[in-house]
Every structure is written in structure tokens, then in C-alpha cells.
Nanobody
Framework: QVQLIESGGGLVQAGGSLRLSCAAS????????MGWFRQAPGKEREFVAAITNTFYADYADSVKGRFTISRDNAKNTVYLQMNSLKAEDTAVYYC???????WGAGTQVTVSS
């Protein structure tokens, strides 16, 4: 199983930026598709972005044009660059393999309006 550690969250004003990181333990990280997900208070966890092992990226409509997912296979890390943040982006952000494996602890992102 892949162990995942998310980091980079914090408090930011609306319109600001954050860069999330997800470090994975798997030796075969480069073979996995990876995704970012988020869960806001009182809501179900939802898909945010994904990147395949061939670097194809896909995004939820709500973040297209504002968020960018990337990966560095040499560092076993996937990133989520978040720009033009909105209050509705406030959530705990998680990364995971695709297909899904065990969840990590996530990292809190809070956007103040």
C-alpha cells in the first residue's frame, strides 16, 4: 500500500495562492495515476484534479483555469498549485492514488473572504 503525506495548506485571503504537496512512499510511484480531492465541512469528499502516469491532467469544472496538478516522479511527489482562491475552496485537501487506496490525514486550506 502507498502511504501519503499531504502538506502545504494554510490560511490565505481570497485571490491568493497556495501550493500543496503530497509525498508518496511507493517505489512504483511513477506507475500510479494520482489525484487530489477535498472535503468541506458538512459536505462529501469531492474530486479536484488528477494526473496520469503519462502526465495527462484532468480537473473538476469548479477549479479549471485556477488549479494546476503536477508530479515529480524523482521525488515521489504530486503537487497542486492553487491560484485565485475563493472562500468556497475552503476544505481539507487529500491526495490519493487512482484507483483509490487508504486516505492520508489531509491538509487544511482556509480561504478568508
Amino acid at each position: 500500500q502507498v502511504q501519503l503525506i499531504e502538506s502545504g495548506g494554510g490560511l490565505v485571503q481570497a485571490g491568493g495562492s497556495l501550493r500543496l504537496s503530497c509525498a508518496a512512499s511507493a517505489r512504483t510511484f511513477s506507475g500510479y495515476a494520482m489525484g487530489w480531492f477535498r472535503q468541506a465541512p458538512g459536505k462529501e469528499r469531492e474530486f479536484v484534479a488528477a494526473i496520469t502516469n503519462t502526465f495527462y491532467a484532468d480537473y473538476a469544472d469548479s477549479v479549471k483555469g485556477r488549479f494546476t496538478i503536477s508530479r515529480d516522479n524523482a521525488k515521489n511527489t504530486v503537487y497542486l498549485q492553487m491560484n485565485s482562491l475563493k472562500a468556497e475552496d475552503t476544505a481539507v485537501y487529500y491526495c490519493n492514488t487512482i484507483p483509490l487506496g487508504p486516505w492520508g490525514a489531509g491538509t487544511q486550506v482556509t480561504v478568508s473572504s
